[in-house]
């Protein structure tokens, strides 16, 4: 099984900054992508940002040039520099990895428990 463990989330003011850090472990061959949901109260999750495994990345509109997110493959983990932060980057922030367990083998993916960001104006 793959655990995914996330950390970093709190309560900050707008303009402010926040750094969530998510780990992956378990008997895992290779990670292809890695990234970042978002999801507020009665709204689907939507996708803040991701990483591919040979280092793209895309983003949402919302987030451009004040997020940014990093991995480290060697830790099997992977970062979201929030900058610039605004009241509407309140939400939880969840953590997923699409993972294979073999070489040319098929991609899971596994979601962390969610961590809450909430911005206050």
């Known amino acids: 099984q793959v655990q995914v463990v996330e950390s970093g989330g709190g309560l900050v003011q707008a303009g402010g900054s926040l750094r969530l850090s998510c780990a992956a472990s378990g008997s895992i061959f290779s990670i292809k992508v890695m990234g970042w949901y978002g999801q507020v109260p009665g709204k689907q999750r939507e996708l803040v940002a991701r990483?591919?495994?040979?280092?793209?990345?895309n983003y949402a509109d919302s987030v451009k040039g004040r997020f940014t997110i990093s991995r480290d493959n060697a830790k099997n983990t992977v970062y979201l520099q929030m900058n610039s932060l605004k009241p509407e980057d309140t939400a939880v922030y969840y953590c997923y990895v699409e993972v294979q367990f073999q070489a040319l083998g098929p991609t899971f993916q596994y979601w962390g428990q969610g961590t809450q960001v909430t911005v206050s104006s």
């Open positions: 990483i591919i495994s040979g280092g793209s990345t």
